[in-house]
């Protein structure tokens, strides 16, 4: 087989190597004094304290107008504003002290490359009134903003792909994030040192299907009537009469009968009982209360495709996977999210929480862009 010939340029990625500038820009004719040391961090001195502060928003002012600058500020500095690293074993006694300062500095790069300003919270004064939740890295205003007259909009955490997720700790920060009226976005790096930015939100699916509430005492004898005629096939059942079968939303027509799966069997006999509902169909439960339809996600990698219409009338809106099931690493959640959007649809993950049921969505995000 002969390899097609590839008719695009694949993209170059960033080296940022130390000592040469990533801007543009021309240095300044009088070479920029390095950060100096002192005994709670590094600081710049003024005049270019000032400047990189009211223009940038970069470092934490001091009463003597200088900024102390966090080790990812070092190196934006050193990268975009001819500033000269300290000395050079600056970097690799920095990554002895504290490994993070690696991810830490990619990251801060990138999420200021479109002109956005990113502040570490360690130099968010108190002053300003705003109060990251623990968990926050930094906070972020749009380019247009006055970072020192108005509030953030988002709040950022950062992770590698290896890292593993804690799915209700996310999901308590993004409720937290959203309580203050912010985004909540993530920032995943990987082993190439490029990073994919991702928005957490709450996603609350909702459909237009009957409800079982809505059907009349003579429909429910005819599901009764229905159900009682099933066929067991492997985990789920075979009814033989479609023709009469009132639920559209449960169940499937093949074979001139209705086939339902487990779920769906287990699902449909605890309501003509009467009964409480299984603790493992709870879940289930809660979607279908909600008048969505829903469908094996199994060549999605998820538990379900989830429809606010018939199917046939337009594609799943969400694919959905229990906490259970989700991903245990951000580089498994980053290849769902990938799979789900390659199908035009939203990646959810389901948790349950002070017994209710909750719908993280996980979505690639560019600020300023998007």
Sequence with gaps: MVRQNRKFTPRQRTTRPLGVPLTSNQPP???????????????????????????????????????????????????????????????????VENP??????????????????LIPVENI?????????PSTWAVRWNREQIFSKESPVAHVRWAWTTDEIDWKEMLEWTNTVHSYGMLAEFFVIDEEMDVTMY????????????????????????LSELWNLRIQRGTGWYIPDNSTWPWESIGVEHLSGRHLRNEEGKWIESLLKDSTIPAELELFNDLMIRGVLLRPGFKFGSRWRVYDTPVGE?????????MEYAPETWEAACLAVRLSEGVHKSWLCALPQNEKWHYLQMQRWLPGRS
């Design 125 to 133: 004064p108190e002053k300003w009134g705003i109060k990251p939740h």
């Design 199 to 222: 928005m957490l939100s709450m996603a609350q699916p909702s459909g237009k299907q009957r409800l079982w509430n809505s059907f009349s005492n003579d429909e429910k004898q005819l």
């Design 29 to 95: 004719s009088q070479p920029l004094n390095p950060p100096i040391k002192r005994q709670d961090g590094w600081y710049i001195v003024p005049p270019l304290s000032s400047r990189l502060y009211q223009k940038s928003g970069l470092g934490m002012m001091q009463s003597d107008e200088s900024i102390r600058l966090t080790y990812e500020e070092i190196l934006f500095c050193h990268w975009h504003r001819h500033v000269p690293l300290p000395d050079e074993n600056w970097f690799r006694d920095s990554v």
């Design 314 to 322: 337009a594609h799943a809106p969400w694919l959905v996977q229990p």
């Design 100 to 117: 993070d300062v690696v991810a830490r500095s990619v990251v801060f790069d990138v999420a200021r490359s479109g002109g956005e300003i």
